[in-house]
């Protein structure tokens, strides 16, 4: 089967491979570092342009997810949430968490990891290797799961494209539509 991966996952790839990192479980701080992001811990969470501050009292699970979250700010996402439209700070917000789902942990790499078939014990596996809590996991499991199932639905569908009879004139002769 092949896995048609999306522009999100594409784009997350590329960003890796600027950067040159190819395996799980990189320390935020040298991510940032590579990525020109001045990385800062302090009491609360906030972006300001190119700097992000984590709260030091997350866990280093949190502060991957948080920082994957505030890094799709700084990369893509512009003016001050205080000042705009609450549907469009809630569209910002949807982006940067799919963002940091798929940042932490990249359809690329997940490819080439051989997970557990219990999702259970796949959410905790990946947890470990990644560097996540183990609802992220289980979350992120989830939606590879369903971004396999539309690519098998596309394969059955491109097959039945490519096999069928030309069903207009099958239709004036058999009535079977």
Do not use: W
């Not at 890796?16 to 990189?26: K, L, Q, T």
């Not at 989830?142 to 069903?167: G, P």
């Amino acid at each position: 089967m092949r896995y048609y991966m999306t522009s999100l996952e594409k784009t997350v790839e590329s960003i890796y491979n600027r950067v040159g990192i190819d395996e799980p479980n990189i320390p935020v701080d040298e991510i940032a570092r590579k990525l020109g992001i001045e990385l800062f811990y302090g009491k609360k969470t906030f972006r300001i342009d190119h700097i992000i501050c984590l709260d030091s009292k997350l866990s280093k699970e949190k502060i991957k997810e948080v920082f994957s979250h505030e890094l799709c700010h700084c990369l893509y996402h512009v003016g001050n949430q205080l000042d705009m439209y609450e549907l469009y700070r809630q569209y910002q917000e949807f982006k940067a968490d799919n963002f940091a789902m798929h940042f932490c942990i990249p359809t690329f790499m997940l490819q080439k990891t051989i997970i557990p078939k219990q999702k259970y014990h796949a959410a905790t596996f990946l947890a470990d290797l990644f560097c996540v809590t183990n609802e992220f996991a289980f979350n992120r499991i989830e939606h590879y799961e369903r971004q396999l199932f539309a690519a098998q639905f596309h394969q059955r569908i491109s097959m039945c494209a490519e096999n069928r009879t030309n069903y207009s004139t099958a239709y004036k002769v058999n009535k079977f539509f």
